[in-house]
């Protein structure tokens, strides 16, 4: 299985490398108020790929932590049952 993971890492290397190779031409994107930047379409693709990863990572953050904040509170309402049932100890009862 480590062989297989090797080879697909490679893969994936071999293949981003070749796509920067081939994308080396200058780019200009152009903003507002006649501000631009220039550099190559590798580095823009790039960019833009890691500044959308990081938007879908901050989407999914508040999903995250509300489930979590679910997941606890319903911990905390199966011990009190625990409490309340009279069974303390965590091995009679299935998860």
Known sequence: MRYISWLSQ??????LLGFALKNGQAVTLHYFFGYEWQSTL?????????IGAGLGILATLSIWFRQRR???SLKREISDIRKLAGKN???????
């Open 10 to 15: 490679m893969f994936i290397f071999i293949i």
């Open 42 to 50: 590798v580095i823009v693709s790039l960019l833009f790929f890691a």
């Open 70 to 72: 679910e997941i606890s």
């Open 89 to 95: 100890e965590v091995a009679d009862a299935p998860v």
